[in-house]
């Protein structure tokens, strides 16, 4: 069973030019937000604590599809701004964002003529916020792409592994693939203008000519969007890691971590394990670091606003990149293929950058890099310009740093050099 879909066959893709934007980029938003986001992990005034797009499967609440269906009666989003998300994902810093347009539980978000339970046609809201969006984003310049859930639809009977109603009234997958997931994914393709980005999920068990049937429409509508590897079967243009999975050494190719504010995917009452701003900026800096490109979740509550911890976080997070955002923006993977005891290294235009996760603290402070072949020429704070003492013996480069730690959520040390980035072993950051 292949759970997050073949990772391998889009290393081989690496120097695809259409990806070239996607690896320059480094730090998009992922959007979690349906029916699920009115349930909050809520149901029957019982309190589940798994991720709460999940809240409908016998994992959990084991919600019938009838009566999951009444949550669309609810659904009025009467706070949903494009405008205001789009300003908000400027100042958060991301470059792209990708939004759930149907989820594990069927219902689309956008306005559908293949089924009526989408939030146009079965809400009171009767509005498309993906359209809204989509053109806002577009206005901003911020790439928009969209999450579909092509293997799993909990609404179809057959369609997923699971299926908990009536089991005598069973579709098949592919009837359901050629009905709904198929016309679907044209109606996104072709109503909401660019697609940066088309991605699916959980592939599970679904055969090639399902993936090839995505493959060849995303290909004749949108030829420039990507299309991630959870399509399965290998054959999309760059690679997802699991669920909160940031690679420990560099993987191959052009690749994605793929993380949350949380635990939790969708809004959740009962979610309050949220990531401070500081590891939310490690965890996108170790991925850059390993040449990745990196996709925070946010869920909105279901009538449209932001809950304010992952909000705040993330605008902080926005702040440090306003100021130290060439470290990641447009940089290279670390020539390290692991990270540094102290922090990360990303590669940029004239050098290298060191992330200082660890202040040292005591004796002299200092970070020390093994095995860097190439001469260092001066090494400063990158915000403040204070220079720093560099002494270069043998396997060892050091750095002296200020006793007293700058207030940055991560200072960072630009090291200026000549473009020589050899390291003596690449997996070893220690003698
Ligand atoms: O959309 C988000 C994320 C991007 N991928 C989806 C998630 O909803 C798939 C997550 N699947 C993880 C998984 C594996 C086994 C079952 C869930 C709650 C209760 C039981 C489970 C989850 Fe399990």
């Known amino acids: 069973n292949d759970l997050w879909g073949s990772r391998a066959a889009a290393a ?20 979690h937000w349906g029916l699920f986001s009115q349930a909050a992990s809520t149901w029957n005034g019982k309190k589940y ?20 269906a009444t949550l669309a009666n609810q659904f009025d989003p009467q706070s949903f701004d494009a405008d205001a998300w789009v300003a908000f994902f400027k100042r958060a810093g991301v470059k792209n964002i990708v939004i759930t ?7 689309a978000m956008f306005k559908s003529k293949v089924d009526t339970f989408n939030i146009v046609d079965g809400t009171p809201y009767k509005r498309d916020p993906l359209k809204e969006l989509a053109q806002a984003c577009y206005k901003a310049g911020i790439r928009f792409g969209f999450y579909y859930s092509q293997y799993q639809d909990w609404r179809e009977q057959g369609s997923a592994a699971v299926a908990w109603d009536d089991p005598a009234q069973k579709n098949s997958f592919d009837a359901y693939f050629q009905h709904k997931a198929l016309p679907q994914v044209r109606e996104l393709l072709r109503n909401y203008g660019p697609i940066s980005v088309v991605w699916f999920d959980t592939p599970g068990t679904m055969g090639e000519k399902y993936s ?24 999309g243009d760059y690679s997802t890691y699991g669920d909160n ?15 949350t504010t949380n635990d939790s995917w969708g809004y959740s009452v009962t979610d309050y394990n949220w990531k401070s701003p500081q590891e939310l900026l490690h965890r996108l800096i170790l991925t850059t670091a390993r040449g990745g490109t990196y996709m925070i979740n946010m869920g909105p509550r279901a ?34 293929s692991i990270a540094q005891p102290w922090g990360d290294v990303t590669t940029g235009q004239n050098g ?48 002296t740093l200020p006793d007293r730690r700058p207030d940055a959520l991560v200072p960072v040390v630009a090291l200026d050099m000549d473009g020589d980035y050899r390291v003596k072993d690449a997996d070893i950051i220690a003698a």
Do not use: C
Request: charged share 20%.
């Open 101 to 107: 347009a149907k989820h594990h539980d069927g219902f």
């Open 352 to 399: 290298l950058y060191l992330h200082v996760f660890d202040w040292p603290v005591g004796g002299t402070h200092s970070v020390a890099l093994y095995g860097l072949q190439g001469k260092v020429r001066s090494a400063r704070l990158l915000d403040g310009g204070a220079s720093l003492a560099v002494t270069q013996d043998g396997d060892w480069t050091r750095i």
């Open 212 to 235: 090839r049937q995505l493959v060849d429409l995303v290909k004749k509508y949108q030829p420039q969007a990507l299309i991630n590897s959870r399509i399965g079967n290998g054959v």
């Open 303 to 336: 009538d449209g606003s932001f809950p304010d911890i992952p909000q705040a976080a993330l605008t902080e997070v926005g702040d440090w990149l306003k100021r130290n955002g060439e470290t990641i923006y447009g940089a290279q993977r670390s020539p390290w």
């Open 49 to 68: 604590y798994g991720i709460a797009e999940w809240l409908m499967h016998p994992a959990m609440a084991g919600v019938s599809k009838n009566d999951y």
């Open 12 to 31: 081989q893709k690496a120097s695809d030019p259409r990806t070239a934007w996607f690896t320059q980029d480094r730090y998009a938003m992922f959007i």
């Open 245 to 259: 999975e940031v690679p420990r050494v560099s993987p191959p190719g052009v690749w994605e971590a793929v993380d």
